[in-house]
Structure formats: structure tokens, C-alpha cells
């Protein structure tokens, strides 16, 4: 699966959060932002101030004592999301029961290829006319991953359906040469940290029973600091989707995918972050050592255990030696 890498001018703000509860010291490559304890203030008291008269009248109204009665009275309606809300796609519990191209509202490959026809295509031609069909939108992401490759991940991602991976970025105030930059180290490269989460769900319905089309996977991207903020209703800025229809024929997995447009992340940015699922959650160096690879593999082990030991500026060393 290849992807082409970000440039540095299409670079999106970074996430500037409070690091009280995780101090991390200030290393060869990067500025982390910590975001995993991140605490969100409203500014509720001044709030208060501006409307307090009208509070009263309202509280006055329904015979109630005070202000803090009538936010007491109130606390259902105040703490219920918004109806027009949509949440994230559920992880493997809650998309079993749908049928993917139905419940799940994931379109199957079928609606993208005439699938009869393309079947007795040659792998090229097959990922030549994938490619074409997505030439024309400027948010969209494809790629032809190899069979074994997808394995290997969706076993991983069935282990650890959820992971957070930073978007590395030249600081605002950052430096212009490697020279300065290795003289000022701390101001060299900031980091976005994004919240990325598996799903599983049936095959399509119009698939036949096959050895490897045994479902269908997405996978969802949303800025960490949303997802801390609105959970389960946080809007994710890019979605993809794995058909493995022609997985038994052809020996590949189609990737198909979208960006959302002015949600803070560029198409390029999001090919970085496909780049680095690829790395953590493909157990096989390809080309790079079994020390790094172990490195991976035990970042997602300990925050897929919620372990105080995980190191978000780890996360950011691996990440920037994609090659």
C-alpha cells in the first residue's frame, strides 16, 4: 500500500493542550502536545454574569429558590447531546448485527465496479481502473493492498481496534535549515495526535462465500483533542473502507476512502496517517529492524492496556522514521 508523503507546506494547526499530567522532555526530534489528559473549561462563570438577571426571572417564574436550582432543575436537558449529532461508527459489537452497504451505510464495492466484469481482469488493469475511478475527486484515497499485508493488520486491529497517531509538523516558529535545527532542538517539529479506530463488519450482501471475504473493515480518523471532547459523537475528518471481494481471485484488498473538507486535515496529511497505520499494525519490518519493530508493537500494547508507561514522544520517533 503506497501512499505519497505530506508536503510541508500542507501542514494543519497543531493541537495545544495541557501536558499537567504527562511532562514529556524535550528529545532530538519533536515538541509533543499531549493530549490523552486533556480538560476542557468552559467559560461558564462569565457566562453566568452576562444572563444572570434573566436566570433569576426564570427561576423566580417557576418558583424556584436560586440560579444553581434552576441549572439543577435543568440538568437532563443541559447535559443531552445534540439531536442532530452523529456518532462514530461502533467498533465489533455494535456493527455485527448490520450488514455492510445497509445498516452500517458503507457502500460496497459493487457500487463503485461492475464486479462481473472486472473479475477476469488482470491484477494491473484491475488497479489501474480502481485508480481511475477516484481521479476525478480531490478528497478521496485508494490504494491495492496485497492480501497478506491486510491479514496481517486486521489481525492486529482485532487485538487493538483502537490507537491514537501524531501527524508530525515543522513548529509555526520552527527553523528553516537541519543546520539551526540541530541547534535548537525543542523547536524543530510539533505533533497532531489523532484518534483512529477499527470496525468489522459483514461482507456485502451481493458476495459470495469465500475463504478470505469474511467482512468488511473501516477504519476512522478524528483530531484526539475532539474525541476527548465529544467521545463517541466526535466527527471524524477522514474514513476508510477495506473490500476484500476480490481477496480469493486476485489476492488483493481494495482501499477506498474520503476526506472531509475543512476539518482541519489535508488529503496528503491523511495519506501520512494511512502510512503510519500501515507501520504500527503490519508486523513485519519490510526493509526495517526487529528493534522497531518491537517498539511498535509494544506502544500499542500498552495503550491498548491503558499503561501510565506509554510514551506519546515514543509514538512520535517511530512515526518520523517512516522511510
Known amino acids: ?15 495545544r493542550l495541557s501536558r499537567s499530567l504527562l511532562q514529556l522532555t524535550q528529545r ?15 467559560p461558564s462563570a462569565a457566562v453566568l454574569e452576562k444572563y444572570r438577571s434573566k436566570l433569576e426571572q426564570k427561576a423566580k417564574a417557576e418558583g424556584l ?10 440538568k437532563d436537558k443541559i447535559e443531552q447531546p445534540q439531536p442532530d449529532a452523529q456518532p462514530l461508527q461502533g467498533s465489533n459489537s455494535a456493527s455485527a448485527s448490520a450488514s455492510a452497504g445497509s ?4 457502500k460496497p464495492l459493487s457500487s463503485y465496479l461492475d464486479i462481473s466484469k472486472v473479475q477476469e481482469l488482470p491484477v494491473k488493469e484491475l488497479e489501474y481502473i480502481w485508480r481511475l475511478r477516484f481521479a476525478s475527486d480531490p478528497l478521496s484515497l485508494c490504494a491495492v493492498v496485497p492480501l ?10 482485532r487485538q487493538h481496534p483502537h490507537f491514537i497517531l501524531p501527524l508530525p509538523r515543522p513548529d509555526a516558529e520552527g527553523v528553516q535549515d537541519e543546520a539551526s535545527a540541530s541547534a535548537q532542538p525543542s523547536a524543530r517539529t510539533a505533533a497532531d495526535v489523532h484518534f483512529l ?8 450482501s451481493g458476495s459470495t462465500n469465500s475463504k478470505s471475504n469474511t467482512h468488511t473493515s473501516t477504519v476512522i480518523f478524528t483530531h484526539l483533542a475532539a474525541y476527548k471532547l465529544h467521545g463517541s459523537y466526535a466527527q471524524p475528518h477522514t474514513t476508510i473502507t477495506h473490500h476484500l471481494d476480490l481477496a480469493d481471485s486476485h489476492g488483493i484488498v481494495l482501499l477506498n476512502g474520503s476526506v472531509v473538507d475543512g476539518r482541519g486535515v489535508s488529503v496528503e496529511e491523511s495519506r501520512w496517517l494511512l502510512m503510519c497505520l500501515q507501520r504500527f499494525y503490519d508486523p513485519q519490518p519490510r526493509g526495517g529492524s526487529e528493534v522497531g519493530l518491537n517498539k511498535r508493537q509494544a506502544l500499542l500494547d500498552k495503550f491498548s492496556k491503558g499503561d501510565p508507561g506509554f510514551s506519546l514522544e515514543e509514538l512520535v520517533d517511530e512515526a518520523e522514521r517512516m522511510g
Not at 429558590?65 to 435543568?74: F, M, P, T
Open 65 to 74: 429558590g436560586s440560579v444553581s436550582e434552576l441549572k439543577e432543575a435543568y
Open 103 to 106: 445498516g452500517t451505510g458503507i
Open 28 to 42: 532530538r526530534h519533536a515538541r509533543v502536545h499531549d493530549v490523552r489528559f486533556v480538560t476542557t473549561h468552559q
Open 197 to 204: 479506530q477499527w470496525a468489522f463488519h459483514p461482507p456485502a
Open 148 to 157: 497478506a499485508t491486510y491479514q496481517r493488520m486486521q489481525a492486529t486491529a
Open 1 to 15: 500500500m503506497s501512499f505519497v508523503r505530506p508536503s510541508a507546506t500542507s501542514l494543519c494547526q497543531p493541537v
